[in-house]
């Protein structure tokens, strides 16, 4: 792995950082669009597999360049075929898979503008996404969804196309384009420039309605091209395993979808897994056997957790608990001494092979972002064979700004600006942003322009509390309006507590509470799979998740748990109680966003009861 090809430049005021810019490992593109970039992968490796499909017998049959070059402009014909003109918008509701990223590539090729839509996403969200960006058709993935569509449409006279994926929308699309030529597909590329609008993603709204954001071709270029550079082992392999990833994550999300178009850009193959239940993922995994993996902090706790809960079936939690503290000595860096190097050879076969087993067998990266990882999984990762570059972003920066460099990892921060980002702290502690991936505003449904969210030196404000260490690392703390008040006048940022807890194998989910009372209490959820092992271990599977909340060994379990997230703060921001809820925090029950974050308010008066009883006498 080479180095890191620039230093960050740091701008240092009365001895704190400031503010940090790394200069850009790649030129930005003066003319094309990301729907050129199939037709270049043909035209210069036309056999390289740039991605792969799972085939019904469960194994997966590699695309090379020409063929899905082949596929893009057959489906962009199509479209074009339909009655669809360059700029319009395209909303598509499905779950991770080819057709999606088929379709996506087709859309741009013809000059249109893709409009995700979650597939978990109700239909009053999906109707508010459709008619505010104007979308004139959309394509579902199965039957369940073009109903709900379908009942919607009576609000949605824009709406003149609904495709579904399952009763074969492509294969009607390439149909219906056989008699256009493939010239006028050149036309509306060469119509697509660097500034024309790529998508519009909009936000998880968690306090709101949910916003469009604008995000453009060029903001795409800027941010994957840059990752790839940087991430050179990764999307560049440098082992005999030719680079590889399996995407789980939703492609209605900015994590994946920049991931998604960085793997089209740098050839490196890419698979699609629809469903990231346990067992179907785990069974994808080791069919596809990826070199590296796109995650959120979720999947990384699960597979940790699952881990150690099979070594407690077998009766060794004691021997993975010792092989876990040697991983995480070993990832935290330095160069271990001749007794840890024993050790963790010893445990490797044990235990640290069958964790890289588990995600396959041939992975040795994994991007991490969505919400903190920890500084503790990222070291046991690191330790256990498998690399772990945490970034940070928001859909407003195409995903990622800062990110771990390489071979200069420091726990417990994000990392440095995305080579060609700035990152600056204000004075109120709040995050901004600024480079060639940073969006240019929010979707005016009224005037279909754009309605500027940067300030005159192109700032972003992110609403995220952080600092920047002595080397120009970056470490997020929590959510500007997030931050607590206790009426003691105590700030208290939640993000740490929850992130610990989270980590916990019993834990689903955690909030905070403590906004103007007197100290900090939680409210805490059973994680089904972490509950069901516990259970098993101690005997207790009669006993009834309305019983089991208050079962005083379960209990002690958590406030042990809780009693190491306080270590991480003060007395004043500790948690002094807590409640176990018999329900999940979910997005069916509104307590959750589709990209999994917690809607606080709605929690608040969900459980404004038990809240309340945390702090009665």
Known sequence: MSELL???????????????????????????????????????????????????????????????AAEVLAVAKGLIAQGLEWGDRLAIMARTTYEWTLLDFAAWAAGLIT????????????RWIIQDSGAVACVVEDTGQARLISGERSQLPGLTHLWEFD????????????????VAVLARRAHTTPESVATLIYTSGTTGTPKGCVITHGNFFAEVDNAVELLHPVFKSVSKDPASTLLFLPLS????????????????????????????????????????????????????????????????????????????????????GLGLRAAHALYDPLVYRRIRAALGGRVRY??????????????????????????????????????????????????????????????DGEVLLRGGHVFGGYWDSATHTVVPATDREHWFPTGDIGELDADGYLSITGRKKDLLITSGGKNVAPAPLEDWLRAHPLV????????????????????PDGLQHWRQMRKKQ???????????????????AVDEANKLVSQAESIRRFTVLPVDFTEQNGCLTPSLKLRRAAIGRAFEKEIDALYRR
């Not at 240092?12 to 503010?19: A, L, Q």
């Not at 990222?378 to 990622?400: I, K, N, R, S, W």
Request: charged share 20%; net charge positive; with cysteine.
């Open 542 to 560: 009669h006993v009834r998740l309305g019983e089991l909340v208050h079962d005083e060994e379960l209990r002690a379990d958590l406030q042990r």
């Open 253 to 336: 999300h900015v994590f994946g979808r920049m991931v998604a178009i960085g793997c089209m850009r740098a050839r490196v193959k890419l698979g699609h897994a629809p469903s990231i239940q346990t067992e179907e993922l785990l069974a994808d995994l080791a069919g596809f056997r990826p070199t590296f993996l796109l995650a959120i902090p979720y999947v990384l706790e699960k597979v940790y957790n699952t881990g150690r809960a099979t070594a407690e079936k077998m009766g060794r939690a004691a021997s993975f608990d010792r092989a876990a503290r040697i991983a995480r000595r070993f990832g935290e860096g330095g160069r271990p």
């Open 115 to 126: 409009v995700p839509i979650y597939p978990t996403s109700s239909a009053l969200q999906a």
């Open 167 to 182: 009763t074969g929308a492509i294969a009607q699309l390439v149909r219906a384009g056989r008699a256009v030529p493939d």
């Open 6 to 68: 620039v230093e960050p430049v740091k701008t240092v005021v009365e001895r704190v950082v400031r503010e940090v810019y790394v200069p850009p490992l790649a030129a930005p593109p003066q003319s094309g669009s990301l729907g050129d970039i199939p037709f270049l992968n043909a035209a210069e490796a036309p056999q390289a597999p740039v991605l792969a499909r799972k085939q019904p017998d469960g194994s997966w049959q590699d695309v090379p360049a020409a063929e899905f």
């Open 366 to 427: 994994v991007i991490s972002g969505g919400s903190p990882l920890g500084p503790r999984l990222a070291a046991f990762f690191g330790g256990a064979g498998v690399e772990v570059f945490e970034g940070y972003g928001l859909t407003e920066t195409c995903g990622a700004s800062t990110v771990t460099p390489p071979l200069r990892p420091r726990l417990g921060t994000v990392g440095w600006p995305l080579p060609g980002t700035a990152v600056r702290i204000a004075a």
């Open 508 to 527: 689903g989910q955690c909030m905070v509470v403590g906004d103007n009372r007197p100290y900090i209490t939680a409210l805490i959820t059973l994680e």
